[in-house]
């Protein structure tokens, strides 16, 4: 009967030392750039700076953010997260948006960065591409000569330019009864960058063999309620 008794007591503390394990963790990364200045426009690939839209000239920014599973940063010298999938805005100056169509982000996109033992952000390599989608729903007079892609590039660390560059190109058209393609137009905006412009978080994740033990423990404990309640009724 003592038995019975003090088997929910050791049930219960079975359950809570299981459900103690180390649950598993994600990293998130987010990147923010600096704004971005137009620092130089291109017609047909020569300078060009007087013919275009004065807002082309407002600084533009973005931000990113991925979670990557967590690793052992002891294991080596420099540990590298990679950025499989990935949330991707654009921050503009109100009342100014620099892109006029829908944007499809290439799945070629590329991201990585690296800590080295004590959690710093050591290097990093970003490479975004993304295409505005013409579409005759979207314009019709631009969808069969429009060819408008966006390019962005984030490196920092050792050797690299630490710098941000975003890249608009487009091709330009007029129309004289038939549709006459133009040279491209290429704007860039860029600045440099450092570590502070990104944010590590640490996600915990609980493991679900944790959940499945605590749920096992409690159908235990279930269990043995109803038993020592029929023996104690058994016993009277």
């Given amino acids: 009967m003592k038995i019975f008794l003090k088997l929910p007591a050791c049930s219960m503390a079975l359950a809570a030392l299981l459900f103690a394990l180390p649950a598993s963790a994600y990293m998130k990364f987010t990147y923010t750039s600096s704004e971005l200045p137009l620092t130089q426009a291109l017609y047909d690939g020569e300078p060009w700076w007087d013919d275009y839209p004065f807002e082309v000239r407002e600084p533009v920014s973005f931000s990113l953010s991925f979670t990557t599973a967590e690793q052992d940063l002891s294991r080596k010298a420099v540990t590298d997260f990679y950025m499989d999938d990935f949330d991707f805005t654009f921050n503009f100056v109100p009342s100014y948006d620099i892109f ?57 660390g050792a050797g690299t330019c630490n710098c941000d560059l975003l890249i608009s190109r487009l091709n330009v058209h007029t129309w004289h009864g038939a549709w006459i393609q133009l040279a491209p137009i290429q704007f860039d905006y860029s600045n440099v960058n450092s570590a502070d412009n990104w944010t590590v978080e640490r996600v915990p994740v609980p493991e679900p063999m944790g959940f499945a033990l605590l749920f096992t423990g409690l159908a235990g404990l279930f269990g043995l309620r109803r038993r020592v309640l029929s023996f104690n009724k058994g016993g009277l």
């Fill in 100 to 156: 006029a169509y829908p944007m499809r982000v290439s799945p070629a996109s590329y991201g990585r960065i690296s800590l080295n033992r004590m959690g710093e952000i050591v290097g990093w390599n970003l490479i975004i591409t993304i295409t505005e989608l013409i579409t005759p729903d979207t314009d019709i007079e631009r969808v069969h000569v429009a060819d408008y892609w966006e390019l962005i590039q984030s490196r920092g």
